[in-house]
């Protein structure tokens, strides 16, 4: 026992993967992983500068305008990786700057928490210095002064290998004043979380940025315009910033090529599957990749189960159908099923699980992750769930749907100050579209029978 | 600096009665995180964290003190300590276990994982074992979703982590 107990630790060590070998991975195809090595060990200083490291940050740096850096990232179209799907360049061109106004800051969000997404972990472990370039670049062009990166507590690896990669990139000149001889001044710190998804919400991300609880704040004002501390602010994913680098070095045509013709969208994409797949994992591939390939890549469903239903992007995107398999998994054709591409990480159900099971377990989520802020939010999603807990026993009243369907609406966009509530109503309202019937099945009560039979509630 | 802040603060917050004292290695480093922001209560979160390292958890005298070092009011930092997860405002045991309770975890069965640990422990989220060696807690999606069911213990993660597996792993904290 004693001598096994190492190998059983190391054995269930969880260690982050890209599962394409490094073979199959070249810098014209995959710009975001092709560096990363087959053992996950980090990409080091020394080799991230011998495989083209910085040279977007030399290149680009006092020769070219920041203007001219936000035109290529706007035209190139990278749109925004944590799933929101806004373009970067786009929200780049709304930072105010100029004469008089004060230099503000970059954030990268790398607060990682959308349920079934893993991806951010694997740039942020094992590419570090690919974040730092990116950051440089993104800070250059909005005129930033300073850069944090906004990492969830959890992510302790992580937060070594940034620390590490910092420090290399400060001893290097790569961060502090007059990088690269350019004149231009910038610096990055690490903040790290203390746990809550809300965190990863733009406006309530400053607050917890600012030391305060992780409430959102209304829009308008934007960040670009006063975010932190009043100045302006920039908030990007990980996965955003790191595609900034290739696309200043090869250029947006090269970028906007790596999709094939298969979306409008450019760029390439880190999909994954989870869920009971074969082989779950994680992969770079082109976007417009669809769902049917993704599945095929993590070996179709585990004991020949059958698929019932997916969501393509985590727990705050709609359910989708096996017919939606063969659309291309991109922020526009996703976005007219009724769904979100999110985060572009599939989570597969199989014919057996319950939706009503499932629902119930995201909203329990979504309830303990409200912040709070919002009345919708707060009392709306424990409301959520306890109907969800009596269906799902079995025990649901006739008008339990309809008060869902209800509260779906009330609890969509334009009701609250951030988007935590929508993204709860979405998987709700496309829930109960696709899977009326499983809802109905747990409804034994005839209407307002609650009082002469109470239904027993759950914890929330 | 700050003896006229912490002093109001005393008055002002009521505490279990304990003496606390902030470690001044504790009191250093908060100090040095305060460089990092544009303003001091951005540390907070920090400094919270800098004395949990310490104590496991954050006493109620922690809160204070830490508002006499930062210059802000106890109650914004009593209200930062109270919102964020993985603060703990009462004592936890020697290792903190967070299992992943999220959709992809869900659905491949953290439900018996969560069922073995109860049973190996004798306890349920939200609780420590009587010897102090456990505190079980759930957690937001570890962003191992691909590993699932997934666990931390302290700054371990596992996954994917069979229920039968539960008794050897915990073997190894002692």
């Given amino acids: 026992m004693t001598t096994s107990r190492p190998a059983l630790r190391s054995s269930l060590r969880y260690r982050c993967q890209l599962r394409q070998p490094a073979a199959e991975r070249r ?43 936000i035109g290529q990232v706007k035209e190139a179209n990278v749109r925004g990786r944590g799933g929101a799907g806004f373009s970067a360049g786009m929200k780049w061109s709304l930072t105010m700057k100029g004469e008089g106004i004060p230099r503000g800051y970059l954030v990268c969000n790398a607060d990682e928490m959308e349920p079934g997404t893993f991806k951010d972990r694997l740039l942020l472990e094992q590419q570090p210095h690919l974040l730092i370039e990116g950051m440089i670049l993104g800070g250059y062009a909005n005129n930033s002064r300073y850069g944090y990166i906004f990492l969830r507590g959890e992510y302790v690896e992580a937060a070594r290998a940034l620390t590490q990669a910092l420090e290399e990139a400060r001893a290097a000149g790569w961060l502090g004043n007059d990088i690269a001889g350019s004149g231009f001044d910038f610096d990055i710190a690490l903040h790290t979380g203390a746990g809550r998804y809300i965190c990863g919400e733009e406006t309530a991300l400053i607050s917890s940025l600012e030391g305060s609880r992780a409430n959102p704040r209304a829009k308008p004002p934007f960040p670009g315009q006063s975010g932190a501390w009043g100045k302006p602010t920039v908030v990007n994913n990980v996965e955003t910033l790191c ?40 992969w770079e591939l082109p976007i417009g990749t669809t769902g049917q390939e993704l599945l095929d890549l993590a ?47 599939l989570t597969v159900v199989t014919e ?42 079995g025990e649901g009243e006739q008008g339990d ?21 929508p993204g709860a109503a979405m998987p709700l309202q496309s829930g109960l579209k696709h899977f009326r019937d499983e809802f109905e099945r747990g409804i034994s009560h005839r209407p307002r029978a609650a009082h002469e039979d109470p239904i027993p509630v759950g914890e929330v | 600096m700050n003896s006229t802040a912490a002093t109001r603060n005393d008055a002002t917050i009521a505490t279990d009665g304990d003496a606390f004292a902030l470690h001044d290695d504790d009191r250093h480093a908060i100090e040095h995180e305060l460089a990092h922001y544009e303003q001091p209560q951005a540390a907070c979160i920090e400094a919270l964290k800098i004395v949990q390292r310490r104590h496991g958890w954050v006493p109620d005298g922690a809160i204070p003190a830490i508002a006499g070092v930062l210059g802000v009011g106890a109650a914004d930092v009593e209200g930062v ?56 807690l759930p957690v937001c999606c570890l962003g191992a979703c691909d590993r699932g069911p997934a666990l931390m213990i302290d700054d371990d993660t596992y996954g994917p982590v069979d229920p039968g597996d539960v008794a050897e792993l915990l073997e190894a904290y002692a």
């Fill in chain 1, 352 to 393: 057996e699980q319950s939706v009503v099971s499932l629902l119930r377990n995201l909203e329990q989520f979504f309830s303990r992750e409200s912040c709070g802020w919002c009345t919708p939010c707060r009392d709306g999603l424990p409301w959520v769930v306890k109907i969800l807990q009596s269906i799902e026993r």
């Fill in chain 1, 243 to 282: 595609n900034v680098p290739a696309i200043l070095r090869h250029g947006v045509e090269w970028y906007q090529g790596l999709s094939g013709g298969r979306s409008d969208d450019g760029g390439t994409k880190l999909y994954g599957v989870s869920g009971r797949v074969n082989d779950p994992g994680l």
């Fill in chain 2, 81 to 136: 300590a109270t919102f964020y997860s993985l603060i703990f405002r009462q004592p936890v045991g020697r290792h903190v276990i967070l299992v992943c309770d999220s959709s992809s975890c869900f659905l491949t069965d953290y439900e018996a994982l969560y069922d073995a640990l109860a049973e190996a422990l004798g306890i349920q989220f939200g609780q420590t074992t009587p010897d102090g060696r456990f505190t079980l």
């Fill in chain 1, 27 to 69: 810098a014209e195809t995959h710009p975001l992983t092709w560096r990363l090595h087959d053992d996950n060990s980090p990409v080091g200083y020394d080799e991230y500068l011998d495989k083209d490291g910085y040279a977007a940050v030399r290149e680009v740096l006092g020769r070219q305008s920041p203007d001219e850096v």
């Fill in chain 1, 401 to 421: 749907i309809e008060l869902l369907e209800d509260l779906a609406v009330k609890l969509g966009p334009g009701k609250t100050f951030c988007a935590h509530a």
């Fill in chain 1, 299 to 345: 070996g179709g469903m585990r004991d020949g189960k059958a698929l019932k239903t997916w969501l393509p992007g985590g727990g705050s995107t709609g359910f989708l159908l096996p017919e939606h398999l063969e659309l291309p998994l991109d922020f526009d054709t996703v976005g007219q099923y009724g769904s979100r591409m999110g985060t572009g990480l």
